[in-house]
């Protein structure tokens, strides 16, 4: 069955709700709900590209123009070169997940994902009757991968290896000699490496980030990145997908492939993408804006949850989620029922570790986004329930 541990423990918070008590949710990451918003100049794109009747079906790989600009923007802040031609527009990146699912995975095959990892990436593979292999990723080394584990699970079905980074949930952010082993062992297996980074522009400097396509030298790299995250655009769902092969032997046979998926939906959302041209094209500052708030929130939560017992958590260097670990200690059955009686006692919604799989187990995952004085209130009610629970 599919499941979406972001969003399943809803129906809970909201008979809370119905009885008349305030939940503070922390469980979906979407700048949008608090104090931030989408740019000035993007959303006069969007009434301008209305009005200016640009409200047609475009080509299934999306507006020319925009392609062209996604192609500038790797470039320019990622040292990803890459063709327009293969670049396709999606629907947020969760269609760009379903994409690379439905043009790689066969029933039985298997993806290799890190563990714990983010949840459509488990539904989308199932739903094509695949397999879901975890590599285990280290929490006492940052979250970073383990490569022997990594290269142990690779078998003659493993179709693909995904790298989420930055990541969610964990916030870590691999490093280049990480990414570059796990493309060296995609190059002695033959594998496509998948490359999530959505988060690519929200990090706070104590790492670097350097995109996988950046790297690579000799393996075929999937690239998908998006609006939402760094543009503040989460509903307006505009997301892309770009093929780079330094082989030059792949790329166009796997563009042709995910092509003919997006032609089987027709396109992304003509005025959406007018205005994901002028994100990319005009003002950035607001992403050093967003970036300096995040931080100092992220800073905050980190100090709360130092202080709070039974918990410790791995600094995120970037996205904007913490995954505390928690010491359950016999006291709850599992981390989701961890969840459920915070929401019930403390009105705090956050989402289960173990809903993010393989290595999730015992944590749970919580937004940095809100005010301070949000996370205040938020982290007091957290602080009171784990020194009744697991002091």
């Given at each position: 069955?599919?499941?979406?541990?972001?969003?399943?423990?809803?129906?809970?918070?909201?008979?809370?709700?119905?009885?008349?008590?305030?939940?503070?949710?922390?469980?979906?990451?979407?700048?949008?709900?608090?104090?931030?918003?989408?740019?000035?100049?993007?959303?006069?794109?969007?009434?301008?590209?209305?009005?200016?009747?640009w409200n047609f079906y475009s080509a299934s790989e999306g507006?020319?123009?925009?392609?062209?600009?996604?192609?500038?923007?790797?470039?320019?802040f990622n040292g990803v070169d890459i063709s327009p031609d293969?670049?396709?527009?999606?629907?947020?990146?969760?269609?760009?997940?379903?994409?690379?699912?439905?043009?790689?995975?066969?029933?039985?095959?298997?993806?290799?994902?890190?563990?714990?990892?983010?949840?459509?990436?488990?539904?989308?593979?199932?739903?094509?009757?695949?397999?879901?292999?975890?590599?285990?990723?280290?929490?006492?080394?940052?979250?970073?991968?383990?490569?022997?584990?990594?290269?142990?699970?690779?078998?003659?079905?493993?179709?693909?290896?995904?790298?989420?980074?930055?990541?969610?949930?964990?916030?870590?952010?691999?490093?280049?000699?990480?990414?570059?082993?796990?493309?060296?062992?995609?190059?002695?297996?033959?594998?496509?490496?998948?490359?999530?980074?959505?988060?690519?522009?929200?990090?706070?400097?104590?790492?670097?980030?350097?995109?996988?396509?950046?790297?690579?030298?000799?393996?075929?790299?999937?690239?998908?990145?998006?609006?939402?995250?760094?543009?503040?655009?989460?509903?307006?769902?505009?997301?892309?997908?770009?093929?780079?092969?330094?082989?030059?032997?792949?790329?166009?046979?796997?563009?042709?492939?995910?092509?003919?998926?997006?032609?089987?939906?027709?396109?992304?959302?003509?005025?959406?993408?007018?205005?994901?041209?002028?994100?990319?094209?005009?003002?950035?500052?607001?992403?050093?804006?967003?970036?300096?708030?995040?931080?100092?929130?992220?800073?905050?939560?980190?100090?709360?949850?130092?202080?709070?017992?039974?918990?410790?958590?791995?600094?995120?260097?970037?996205?904007?989620?913490?995954?505390?670990?928690?010491?359950?200690?016999?006291?709850?059955?599992?981390?989701?029922?961890?969840?459920?009686?915070?929401?019930?006692?403390?009105?705090?919604?956050?989402?289960?570790?173990?809903?993010?799989?393989?290595?999730?187990?015992?944590?749970?995952?919580?937004?940095?986004?809100?005010?301070?004085?949000?996370?205040?209130?938020?982290?007091?009610?957290?602080?009171?329930?784990?020194?009744?629970?697991?002091?």
């Amino acid at each position: 069955p599919l499941k979406y541990a972001i969003r399943d423990l809803i129906p809970y918070a909201e008979q809370v709700e119905r009885r008349g008590e305030k939940v503070i949710r922390l469980n979906i990451g979407d700048p949008l709900k608090f104090d931030f918003d989408t740019p000035k100049h993007i959303r006069e794109a969007l009434c301008r590209a209305v009005n200016d009747r640009w409200n047609f079906y475009s080509a299934s790989e999306g507006d020319a123009e925009l392609r062209a600009a996604i192609a500038e923007k790797e470039r320019k802040f990622n040292g990803v070169d890459i063709s327009p031609d293969h670049v396709i527009v999606t629907a947020g990146v969760s269609e760009a997940i379903n994409f690379v699912s439905a043009a790689f995975i066969d029933p039985g095959d298997e993806a290799l994902i890190p563990g714990p990892s983010y949840a459509p990436y488990v539904n989308f593979i199932q739903a094509y009757n695949g397999r879901i292999v975890y590599y285990r990723t280290v929490e006492e080394n940052g979250w970073q991968p383990d490569l022997d584990d990594l290269r142990s699970k690779i078998t003659d079905k493993t179709r693909f290896i995904l790298i989420i980074n930055p990541n969610n949930p964990t916030g870590a952010i691999y490093s280049e000699n990480t990414v570059r082993k796990i493309l060296d062992i995609a190059a002695e297996h033959n594998l496509i490496v998948v490359s999530d980074e959505i988060y690519d522009r929200i990090t706070y400097g104590e790492a670097e980030f350097k995109s996988t396509a950046a790297i690579a030298r000799d393996v075929p790299v999937i690239g998908l990145n998006g609006f939402s995250k760094v543009y503040l655009m989460t509903g307006w769902r505009l997301g892309y997908i770009y093929v780079r092969d330094p082989t030059g032997k792949y790329a166009d046979a796997i563009i042709g492939h995910l092509n003919k998926l997006a032609r089987a939906r027709l396109s992304a959302c003509t005025p959406v993408m007018r205005a994901g041209i002028a994100a990319l094209r005009g003002p950035q500052e607001h992403v050093h804006d967003m970036v300096a708030r995040l931080r100092e929130r992220r800073d905050y939560c980190c100090r709360r949850i130092e202080e709070i017992p039974g918990m410790s958590v791995v600094k995120p260097k970037g996205a904007f989620y913490l995954f505390p670990k928690i010491d359950i200690k016999g006291k709850f059955d599992s981390d989701r029922e961890f969840a459920l009686k915070l929401l019930d006692e403390e009105k705090v919604l956050v989402v289960h570790g173990s809903g993010f799989g393989f290595g999730g187990e015992n944590h749970f995952r919580s937004i940095f986004l809100p005010p301070i004085s949000v996370l205040e209130e938020a982290f007091n009610r957290i602080e009171r329930f784990c020194r009744k629970y697991l002091a």
